[in-house]
């Protein structure tokens, strides 16, 4: 400790301290005879050595460097400017991409998100993601595990009006949530407060929060709005605050869990142990997932010998970090994959500027060679130059951070759904962090060459071609690929006519529906809703097509997607049978299955009669469907099946109806007739068609964005290409000269130039396409609308090469014409 703060003095005081010792070696060289004053010693070296003793040499050497490496920047200013852009969007676009990871991460903006966890069901044989309100109230009083207990009920569907009836009503989106939400998930109001434990209290005033969005589109950034009463399902709500939009949960309003029953009429959420809510908690100090695993297993068994019909034997809550949670989603797996090509970009923009360096350098040779006569070790030589590359490298971060805040304004600006765009620590770290990682890749591999006393010919720049031309390759592969996957969607055929169908969510389990009440509306409204205008056919289904509710079954690692659905759902469908027959009105323990199934599951063709093999005792098949995507986007092989509709699916049941005109005019007259059965609903209407154009919409968004990082990356890989030419017009202008004075045409000194670039292109290429293969593959597993993705597709590959080829040619172009005007007479003097 003594001799850091002495050391710190030291730099501290420097500049006395220099002063005092220039005062006291004048007044020693004073005091010696004039005739032994030159056996005084090398002042210069004299003050050096002192220096060392202080401790700060090594800050004086990095002072010059970085002083020295300034100036020969600012000299080379064309140098400056290309590679300040090159790595600047090398470091740019990952550095965006690595945000929008972050910012996606559901519990990444809370405190400590590593102690806040989502709980889930777990018993022998038995997996539940959410857990129902009467169970989420007893862990929360019992549970010593968890400091805090939070539960969600979101997507919730409602009317929203103004208190005193102006404008029209509008159904909106509702978020129930306990109080404890917010501030555990690191929510901050956008204006006024959020929810308190007082709001929660039987005897409060109801009160709500509306989304920043909603309140901007719907109340015109009106202020005056806080404070204020609204109408959420004709009930009064006070409007206390604004969620801010960096919210991972969109809907337009949120109130208070305590209040779901005085909003949503007929509700009987506190003791409907069928409701399911997303729950959360925060883990008590010190206590690990395991441990509160143990402690909720013993809770459940008290909670069993109270509800022994709805816990299970040997049940627990699973506590997974919501960080780990978020990871496991395919829209993040998709993110993460999409973030790894983009990192591709800064690996080409390292190997382009490798590149430029050692283009560079042959200007520089003369200099540094001089530099090593006078007595510079290698060692010091590549220390000043990887200074240069280090100083380049951090200006280009600098640059790479603000391009990333302006496309993330951009986004946020035209999508209103982008987090805090201010770059925090873990943005600035990863930037500079990002940038002495450039640095080291492109600057120190260079430096060692240029220094070196033996050349190892080309080698260097080789590998740098190489490397920049499989990362761009791959990019525009998969851009290619990508846009192939895209043309066939459009023109896939899913199996039926999604055009003309619309269908009718009408949430009666929320109501507090049972189930033989919920059969009853269901059939009325398929009555009503077969006798509207254009109507051709209408069915009962349990799961809606194109919906965000699957269900299915594995068998022998494949998945096999389940619905249930009435008689009529083959008509309103328009499926068709191969085989065998439909159900019969109240028919049970029968089933329909497609081609695609029956080819795996009985490969003979003998599926009819005989029972599905996951469940032996289970419904027999009766009929082959032909093939039809009705659950995921794009599936070629939809391996599913289909049992007969019952009063148990009614309360989560759709009502399906194809029409013969416009399917948005028969969805607002399908969405009035179920409210006019029950003015309480609030019903949700799809067209089927608008799902399939968001799922056209998000691959085209993912399309854009490849597309973009693939021409960037090209970009680059021209600037490299163009660099490399001109290095070997460069070092072989003597040759060249020679070559034109004896008679070489013009079409042989291009080709000589060419010649050492043909194997890393040809090789770089092959890895690139090899490699795009593989990241097709991955988008491909993300992705179900492109399951039909051909990864060998040959005109995605012989686009690719075409356009490669243009761009290289491009870039040759310019040092090509000045290789073959080269005056041989000059060349020939040239040394």
Not at 95 to 100: D, E, K, S, V
Not at 357 to 377: D, K, N, Q, S
Not at 648 to 665: I, N, Y
Request: with cysteine.
């Amino acid at each position: 400790m003594r001799e850091l703060l002495r050391r710190l003095s030291y730099l501290w005081n420097r500049r006395r301290l220099e002063r005092e010792m220039a005062e006291e070696m004048a007044y020693h060289r004073e005091q010696l005879p004039p005739e032994r004053r030159t056996s005084f010693g090398d002042e210069l070296r004299l003050r050096e050595d002192t220096r060392e003793v202080w401790g700060w040499g090594w800050f004086d050497r990095l002072r010059q460097d970085l002083s020295y490496g300034a100036r020969v920047l600012g000299h080379a200013r064309g140098f400056t400017l290309t590679a300040m852009l090159v790595l600047a969007l090398g470091i740019g676009v990952p550095l965006t991409a690595f945000r929008a990871v972050l910012a996606d991460l559901q519990g990444g903006s809370a405190p400590h998100p590593e102690t806040l966890v989502h709980l889930t069901r777990r018993a022998p044989g038995v997996y539940i993601t959410n857990l129902p309100y009467p169970q989420l109230a007893f862990y929360s009083a019992n549970a010593k595990s968890f400091r805090q207990v939070i539960g969600l009920l979101d997507r919730q569907p409602a009317t929203f009006g103004e208190a005193a009836g102006n404008g029209a009503a509008e159904p909106v989106r509702l978020a129930f949530a306990t109080a404890n939400y917010c501030p555990e998930f690191g929510l901050t109001p956008a204006l006024g407060r959020l929810f308190t434990t007082e709001d929660e209290r039987p005897d409060a005033e109801p009160v709500a929060l509306l989304g920043e969005l909603f309140w901007q589109r719907r109340l015109g950034s009106e202020p005056a709005v806080i404070g204020s009463q609204v109408r959420v399902n004709g009930k009064l709500l006070r409007v206390v605050g604004l969620i801010p939009r960096s919210s991972k949960v969109t809907d337009e309003i949120w109130i208070p869990l305590a209040r779901q029953p005085y909003v949503v009429e007929g509700s009987k959420l506190f003791t409907d142990w069928s409701s399911a809510l997303d729950v959360y908690a925060r883990l008590s100090p010190g206590v690990a997932p395991e441990a509160a695993r143990q402690e909720t297993l013993s809770l459940a068994a008290r909670l069993r010998e109270l509800q022994p019909s709805h816990v299970g034997a040997g049940e627990y809550l699973d506590a997974r970090p919501v960080l780990e949670l978020a990871a496991d989603r395919q829209e993040f797996q998709i993110l993460m994959a999409a973030a790894v090509l983009v990192l591709l970009l800064l690996v080409a923009a390292c190997a382009n500027l490798g590149t430029l360096v050692l283009a560079r350098g042959v200007t520089r040779e003369r200099e540094i060679r001089i530099r090593m006569a006078l007595g510079a070790g290698r060692m010091r030589v590549v220390r000043q130059l990887f200074t240069e590359s280090l100083l380049l490298a951090v200006l280009s971060g600098a640059c790479g951070l603000l391009l990333s805040t302006a496309v993330l304004k951009v986004i946020q600006l035209e999508h209103n759904s982008t987090s805090d765009i201010l770059p925090d620590w873990r943005a600035i770290a990863a930037t500079f962090l990002i940038a002495l990682l450039a640095a080291l890749v492109f600057g120190l591999p260079p430096a060692l060459r240029l220094t070196s006393l033996v050349p190892r010919a080309g080698r260097a720049r080789t590998i740098f071609l190489t490397v920049q031309v499989a990362s761009s390759c791959l990019l525009l592969v998969v851009s290619s690929l990508l846009v192939s996957g895209r043309q066939k969607l459009v023109g896939a055929d899913p199996g039926f006519d999604h055009r003309h169908l619309v269908w009718v969510s009408p949430g009666l389990k929320a109501h507090g529906y049972n189930d033989a009440a919920a059969n009853a509306y269901l059939n009325l409204l398929r009555a009503r809703a077969a006798e509207l205008p254009d109507a051709r056919a209408a069915s009962t289904v349990w799961l809606a097509p194109w919906g965000n509710v699957h269900m299915g079954t594995g068998w022998q690692g494949r998945q096999f997607a389940g619905n249930h659905a009435d008689p009529e759902f083959l008509g309103a469908m328009g499926l068709r049978l191969a085989r065998g027959r439909n159900f019969l009105p109240g028919e049970t323990g029968v089933a329909l299955i497609s081609e695609a199934a029956e080819h795996v599951l009985w490969p003979d063709g003998g599926a009819l009669g005989q029972p599905l093999p996951w469940d032996p005792k289970g419904p027999t098949v009766v009929g082959i469907v032909r093939n039809a995507s009705t659950t995921d986007i794009g599936n070629p092989e939809p391996r599913e099946f289909y049992l007969p509709h019952s009063s148990a699916q009614a309360p989560e049941s759709v009502v399906l109806l194809r029409v013969a005109g416009d399917p948005h005019v028969s969805a607002r007259r399908l969405q009035e007739a179920a409210r006019a059965l029950d003015p309480r609903l609030q019903p949700t209407v799809q067209v089927v068609t608008d799902s399939f154009d968001r799922e056209v919409e998000k691959l085209s968004r993912a399309l854009a964005v490849i597309a973009i990082l693939g021409v960037v990356a090209i970009l680059l890989s021209a600037i490299g290409l163009a660099g490399l030419a001109g290095y070997t017009v460069a070092q072989r202008t003597r040759e060249i000269g020679l070559r034109i004075a004896l008679g070489a045409r013009s079409a042989q000194v291009v080709r000589a130039i060419l010649a050492p670039m043909n194997r890393p292109l040809a090789v770089g290429f092959t890895l690139g396409a090899l490699g795009a293969a593989a990241a097709a593959r991955i988008l491909r597993a993300g992705m179900p609308a492109m399951a039909g993705l051909n990864l060998f597709d040959p005109l995605a590959y012989m686009a690719a090469v075409a356009f490669f080829v243009l761009v290289v040619a491009l870039a040759v172009l310019a040092p090509g014409r000045r290789a073959i005007r080269i005056n041989p007479s000059q060349a020939l003097q040239h040394e």
